[in-house]
């Protein structure tokens, strides 16, 4: 497995508005990102912000990495089976909103 990409930092912020979070990268970590994107001929880039075991107070309390994960194009998806009168989902024409 390749080494994880780690970018950027996150804390939680309280405000009269309720909890945000605050998210901060550097020039560095915008470059990481781009080069991950442009050595997999990407368009969008995921990232997983995770909560930091060890906080210290005044510094941020969350990390964010790049999330590599990529679909197997080997693996095959099983087939769906519909009972003989019931309706594929994308054929089915009800609509439960309440509006």
């Known amino acids: 497995m390749a080494d994880k990409i780690y970018c950027g930092s996150a804390r939680v912020i309280t405000t009269q508005y309720g909890e945000l979070t605050k998210v901060s990268f550097h020039k560095d970590d915008i470059n990481k990102m781009v080069k991950f994107m442009k050595g997999d001929n990407l368009d969008w880039i995921n990232l997983v912000v995770k909560e930091k075991r060890e906080k210290v107070e005044g510094k941020p309390t969350h990390y964010l990495e790049v999330d590599e994960w990529k679909p ?28």
């Open 72 to 99: 197997d194009a080997n693996r095959q998806q099983p087939p769906q089976e519909f009972k003989r009168d019931e309706i594929p989902p994308e054929n089915d024409n009800t609509d439960n909103l309440p509006f």
